[in-house]
Nanobody
C-alpha cells in the first residue's frame, strides 16, 4: 500500500507563484515516473508535467517555460514550481507515481487526493 500526500495549493494572484509538493510513503521498493495532472470544472484531466527516475522531463505546451517539475528521490517526493500563473491555470492538481513495492512485484500507479489551485485576475 502506497500513499501520496500533496501540499502547496492555494489562492494566488495572476503573475504570482506557487510550489506544489507530493510525497510518497508506504511499501516502496522503487519509483519510476512521477507526474502532475490538472482538471478544471467541465474539462477533462490533462497532463501538466512528468519526470522519470533519471530526471528526464516533459511538459504540456501551455505551461512550458513557466512550470518546472523536479524530484527528490531520497524523500520520494515530486515538486511542481509554478511561476507566472494565469487564471487559466486554475484547476485541481493531482500527482501520480508508478511504484513497485518489492523486487519481484508488479508496477502499480497511485494518485494523490488532489489540491486546489486558484489564480485570480
Amino acid at each position: 500500500q502506497v500513499q501520496l500526500v500533496e501540499s502547496g495549493g492555494g489562492l494566488v494572484q495572476a503573475g504570482g507563484s506557487l510550489r506544489l509538493s507530493c510525497a510518497a510513503s508506504g511499501s516502496i521498493f522503487s519509483i519510476n515516473v512521477m507526474g502532475w495532472y490538472r482538471q478544471a470544472p467541465g474539462n477533462e484531466r490533462e497532463l501538466v508535467a512528468r519526470i522519470s527516475d533519471g530526471g528526464n522531463t516533459n511538459y504540456a505546451d501551455s505551461v512550458k517555460g513557466r512550470f518546472t517539475i523536479s524530484r527528490d528521490n531520497a524523500k520520494n517526493t515530486v515538486y511542481l514550481q509554478m511561476n507566472s500563473l494565469k487564471p487559466e491555470d486554475t484547476a485541481v492538481y493531482s500527482c501520480n507515481a508508478v511504484v513497485r513495492s518489492s523486487r519481484y512485484g508488479l508496477w502499480n500507479i497511485y494518485w494523490g487526493q488532489g489540491t486546489q489551485v486558484t489564480v485570480s485576475s
